[in-house]
């Protein structure tokens, strides 16, 4: 076992999260939704991608941030708890970053991304896993935090409490 299957984050239950990512575990159909835009593809027409390969992408989470998590910007009103808001997006990312299935992403999305489509389509076009799906290292996570905070500052123009810190 390498420590890229070994590592956890923490918060590994956070079933509350779960609706963020269409939980679609067994990609043994090749109909399925976009990982990213939830809209329905045929999988060998889309790719197959690791958890990292996504969630260190700031490209991922400026989608995120413009279409399925628009709303969580203003969550709370101006009332927001500062305090819960930085837990409530800590544990979104935690969430996202501990995907431990393939994520399928169709031909639209897998614009955003930099990643070897090759390679990506074949895994899709086979239907099995890529190398390294799974849990991510901790080094990742760090990375997936800052592309999160950056594009966070990019979308809202607005400075997040440091998120590596709560991973
Ligand atoms: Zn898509």
Sequence with gaps: MTNLINYAFPYNHMGFFDLFKSSSPAKTSTSCECDICSKKMTLSDGYLL????????????????????????????????PEMKTRFLANLLINQINQNTPWSICETCSNFFTFDKKTAKKYAQKNISPPNTGYITRAEGIQAAVAFMDAWKKVYNEELPDLRKEL
């Design 50 to 81: 690791t958890t990292k390969d996504v969630v260190v992408q700031k490209a991922y989470w400026e989608y995120a941030f413009t279409h399925q998590w628009g709303y969580v910007h203003d969550l709370g009103g101006t009332n927001a708890d």
